[in-house]
């Protein structure tokens, strides 16, 4: 009888070993499981990492181009601005013309009567 349960106690230890073998290897295939998917969100970030400073580099270099063309307009807002000044002192000049020639037709009709 002693023999007997020698035997029953060794099969519950293998089999005690057997469920222990099943655990590990199930919690040593989570594991792995895991590992991957941190993985492959690691990857997923790194990547969105880089078209991120893609995308940066290319916002910088967009505002460059448009400073250049706002301090270009601002040039071209300037010289319009003199040519409108300039243009102001020419119609004036035109009116005092205009206002003389018609004060020496109203002379000279005034003399030829």
Do not use: P, W
């Not at 290897?25 to 895991?34: A, D, I, Q, R, Y």
């Amino acid at each position: 009888a002693g023999r007997g349960a020698g035997k029953m106690a060794a099969g519950g230890a293998a089999e005690a070993q057997a469920r222990f073998g099943h655990s590990v290897k199930g919690l040593l295939t989570e594991k792995v499981t895991s590992c991957g998917t941190d993985v492959i969100a690691l990857t997923k970030q790194v990547l969105k990492g880089s078209r991120s400073a893609e995308l940066l580099g290319q916002a910088a270099r967009n505002m460059v181009l448009q400073e250049d063309a706002i301090l270009h307009s601002e040039d071209s807002l300037r010289k319009m601005a003199i040519i409108t000044t300039h243009l102001q002192y020419q119609q004036e000049a035109i009116q005092k013309n205009v206002e003389q020639s018609s004060n020496l037709r109203d002379q000279l009709s005034h003399l030829l009567k």
